[in-house]
Nanobody, 118 residues
Framework: QVHLVESGGGLVQPGGSLRLSCAASGTFLSILSMGWYRQAPGEQRELVATISRAGTTDYADSVKGRVTISRDNAVNTVFLQMNSLKPEDTAVYYC????????????WGQGTQVTVSA
């Protein structure tokens, strides 16, 4: 089993910052890519950012310049630093990890709510 546990969501004013964390635990050989996705009410889940095991990153155009993804492979944790937050960033943020066990599979966290409002 693989478990992803997110933390760091909350309510923040426009222009503010939040740092999300996601820790993976369980039995596995390694974690390939890790990433963050988000889903606003009535919308499809969308990519926010991903990072490879080697540290190569990719960002959605809507967050470029405002968001930084990073990871600590020693503790199987991925981070999302979000600055200059906008009301349209309001969503449930989900952590994703591509994990190597006997097969390679994607795992998801339970989600953490981010609300940007005055």
């Amino acid at each position: 089993q693989v478990h992803l546990v997110e933390s760091g969501g909350g309510l923040v004013q426009p222009g503010g910052s939040l740092r999300l964390s996601c820790a993976a635990s369980g039995t596995f050989l390694s974690i390939l890519s890790m990433g963050w996705y988000r889903q606003a009410p009535g919308e499809q889940r969308e990519l926010v950012a991903t990072i490879s095991r080697a540290g190569t990153t990719d960002y959605a155009d809507s967050v470029k310049g405002r968001v930084t993804i990073s990871r600590d492979n020693a503790v199987n944790t991925v981070f999302l630093q979000m600055n200059s937050l906008k009301p349209e960033d309001t969503a449930v943020y989900y952590c994703n990890a591509r994990v190597v066990r006997l097969t390679i599979d994607d795992y998801w966290g339970q989600g953490t709510q981010v609300t940007v409002s005055a």
